[in-house]
C-alpha cells in the first residue's frame, strides 16, 4: 500500500543498461515486444521509472491476476506448483543456465549468444 491505496508492482526489474542493450539487438524494432524477460507495448519507451503508480516491465504478458500476498510464503502455500516448478530438475539444470547465459550475452559477459551476435 502507498499513500492509502494499493499498486501493482512486479518483482521483477530490468535496469536501463540491460534494456539499452537489448534496443540496440534489435535497432529498427518499435511498438509490442515480448521477449528476453521483457513484454511492453513500446520497446522503444518502455515505463521503467516507479512513479508513484503501478508499473511492470511483464505487464503485456501477465494472462491473469493471482491476487495480493504479504510474503513469497504465502504465494507458494496459495499456489504450490509454482514452487514445484521452480525446484525441478529440469528449471535448475537446464531452464536457469540456459537463461542466464543469454541474459549474460545481451549484457556482454559471455554466453552462446553473443558468440552468434558477434558472427552475425
Known sequence: MY???WLSLEGYTVDH???SK????FPNYS???????????????PQTKWEEASTSI???????????????DAFYEAYPQALMRTQSLFY??????CLNKRIAAVRGTGG???????RG
Open 17 to 19: 543498461s540491460y534494456l
Open 3 to 5: 499513500n492509502s491505496r
Open 31 to 45: 511498438g509490442s515486444f515480448y521477449g528476453y524477460g521483457i513484454a511492453v507495448l513500446n520497446f522503444r519507451n
Open 92 to 97: 535448475r539444470k537446464l531452464l536457469m543456465p
Open 112 to 118: 552462446c549468444l553473443e558468440q552468434r551476435l558477434k
Open 58 to 72: 511483464q505487464g503485456k504478458a501477465v494472462v491473469r491476476q493471482l491476487g495480493m500476498f504479504n510474503d513469497p
Open 22 to 25: 537489448l534496443q540496440a539487438m
